[in-house]
């Protein structure tokens, strides 16, 4: 029977196939990252650039089958002030079209790669902020668009998790979100304890950020658990889901009308810590959470 | 420009002497990279933010993450030497290749290199540090022979 919820998932990671045994039926939704599914010799590479893990795409086959898929990536870093890495979004697209076809793609707006580094693929170690403003849109639009035809599949960008925010800027994130959905570029993945972080480390409350949003331009909602650091609070996804960003998903997600997707990222290092018992639960929550929500039926879960 | 704006952020994110060296005197920013005010302005606003220290922290926490994954024995036996290490071969190589074993590879031919050049470390570190290399040698050659 169709119905009229979005879908319940995971961020795959190598622990993922173990959680789904204990609750096959409350993951309806795996979001691979295709940059940990091979390594990647970058672009000066003598040969090949991109040799698959193949043990770890055929588990993903595995448990992907019969779920919804989508592909979460880093490795395009398309706020970078560099030229779109073709070579890279070929290599996703082949993928996707080997797994059957990623549903949706979605890529983090942050700073990945920087533009002189000098080595291939450099990156900057962590994702860094952006400035939000014109010339930044035209950079990041005109990439959705290339990709976009590549990938032949609905684009998201994810806001990221920052400590340092900009000065300064002509517009705000939810403004440069809004404004790319506005005219057609993508959608977006609002990661809800990424805001927490940015709070946490003294960025502005998430209501006001998510009230500024474009509730029709939400696809997908991550959550997760980070934590205290050297009076700091990391986005680490050691933890669950901590219960002021739950109160802002069931105060909020039922407004998304497009919402296709609700994410549980944990880092697989910390599964076991963690445990399969409080893991099935916060699914299960999820799935509260999923039930509060009547999306479009272009959006709804199939089941 | 843009560009130079994004690699300063990431070059005062990678590195805490610069951060301090640029908080103190912020002309060193534009000596340094091609910045028009506001983007000169933005920079200084942000390193004199608390939260920098925190990026700091997690630019070196993701930077370690390969090599104690990849060659736990040898960051044990280095002990308190580790920081002043890692630090050096950070200085050297400022971007963190995405692919784990050449990271880690690179920074075993790194510490090589210093006990080769007479640098004397903890006892067991060079006899940690050969059999680890040698599993990362590996690791990394077959990571070449994985079809696509």
Redesign the interface.
Known sequence: MAQSRPAVGLLYNPATPDLVQHAPNLVEYIAAMP?RL?????PQAPG?R?????GAIEELQRVSRGRLLSGHGI?MSLP???PLDEEFVRAVATMSADLGGFHWYSEHLS?FI?????????????G??V?YDD??FE?VSNKLKHVKEMLRCPLLLENGS???????MDMSEPAFLNRLHAEGHCETLLDLHNLYVCWR??GPPPPDYIEELDSGAVMEIHLGGGDD??G?Y?DSHSSLTPPEVWRWAFDYAPRFKKLRAITFEFQETYYERLGAEALVSELERMHELAASCKVESEAAYAG | MLADFQQALADLTGSPELCSHARRDPTVLTQKYRLTEREWSRLVGIISHRGMECACIVYRANRLAPLALNIPETCKALGPELRAVVSEFWATFPETNVHFFIETDRFCRFLQAKIAEGRTFGADVGVVLARESAAVAAALQESYTERS
Do not use: C, Y
């Not at chain 1, 002189?116 to 990156?123: C, F, I, T």
């Open positions: 940059d091979w390594f990647d010799f970058g090949r991109f040799h698959r893990t193949l490795g970078s002030a560099i700073v920087t533009p002189k580094g000098s080595v291939p693929n450099a990156q900057a170690g962590l860094l902020p400035v010339e930044e950079i920052f400590f340092t925010p900009v000065p300064d480390n003294g650091f050297a700091f990391m």
